[in-house]
T-cell receptor, first 113, second 115 residues
Framework: AQKITQTQPGMFVQEKEAVTLDCTYD???????LFWYKQPSSGEMIFLIY??????QNATEGRYSLNFQKARKSANLVISASQLGDSAMYFC??????????FGTGTSLTVIP | GAVVSQHPSRVICKSGTSVKIECRSL??????MFWYRQFPKQSLMLMAT?????????EQGVEKDKFLINHASLTLSTLTVTSAHPEDSSFYIC???????????FGSGTQLSVL
């Protein structure tokens, strides 16, 4: 089974609207971490947000929030008030065990003016 | 600012030459460093995992004699592509993790073109 699943290869959102990027994960490890990264066309991987499996509250970082549904094993990224500069690839990742990291296939987000 | 520095950002070399890529963690001690290869519009493909002071663990199908990884200190890992060939042309990116794994930061990547 895939460790990380991103089912949306491409998404479009109107500027200033909110968008949700889906991510589900698969692990039997009680301790794990979930990450989201943004990769613009320049290629760098920009860290956006982190959620630990024991964190009680959903992580938030500015316009980014992580909708952590532990029972459903989902970790969707919500971007509020989309900006043109948000157009990029977005990758969901999971850390399992000591230092095993798994990445999803990514979602390409396009913000429409 | 960047917490992981990777360079060079771009390198063009002749077939048969070797290329070294450096990855440095700037703000924290990187217990583990990872090297990935990424093809256009695809996800990251893990090549190897290296822990400071020990030999790298390579993923299946990755030639360890071709992709030499050294992680001599808690802040520096290097990837050397030996006897590069055109099929090695790709985007290579490193990442560094701290001891507890709640931090994973990436370098800015290296675009390798082998002529």
């Amino acid at each position: 089974a895939q460790k990380i699943t991103q089912t949306q290869p491409g998404m479009f959102v109107q500027e200033k609207e909110a968008v949700t990027l889906d991510c589900t994960y698969d692990t039997s490890d009680p301790s794990y971490g979930l990450f989201w990264y943004k990769q613009p066309s320049s290629g760098e991987m920009i860290f956006l947000i982190y959620q630990g499996s024991y964190d009680q509250q959903n992580a938030t970082e500015g316009r980014y929030s992580l909708n952590f549904q532990k029972a459903r094993k989902s970790a969707n990224l919500v971007i509020s008030a989309s900006q043109l500069g948000d157009s990029a690839m977005y990758f969901c990742a999971m850390r399992e065990g000591g230092n095993q990291f798994y990445f999803g296939t990514g979602t390409s987000l396009t913000v429409i003016p | 600012g960047a917490v992981v520095s990777q360079h060079p950002s771009r390198v063009i070399c002749k077939s048969g030459t070797s290329v070294k890529i450096e990855c440095r963690s700037l703000d924290f001690q990187a217990t583990t460093m990872f090297w990935y290869r990424q093809f256009p519009k695809q996800s990251l493909m893990l090549m190897a995992t290296s822990n400071e002071g020990s030999k790298a663990t390579y993923e299946q199908g990755v030639e360890k004699d071709k992709f030499l990884i050294n992680h001599a200190s808690l802040t520096l890992s290097t990837l050397t592509v030996t006897s590069a060939h055109p099929e090695d042309s790709s985007f290579y990116i490193c990442s560094a993790s701290n001891r507890f794994g709640e931090k994973l930061f990436f370098g800015s990547g290296t675009q390798l073109s082998v002529l």
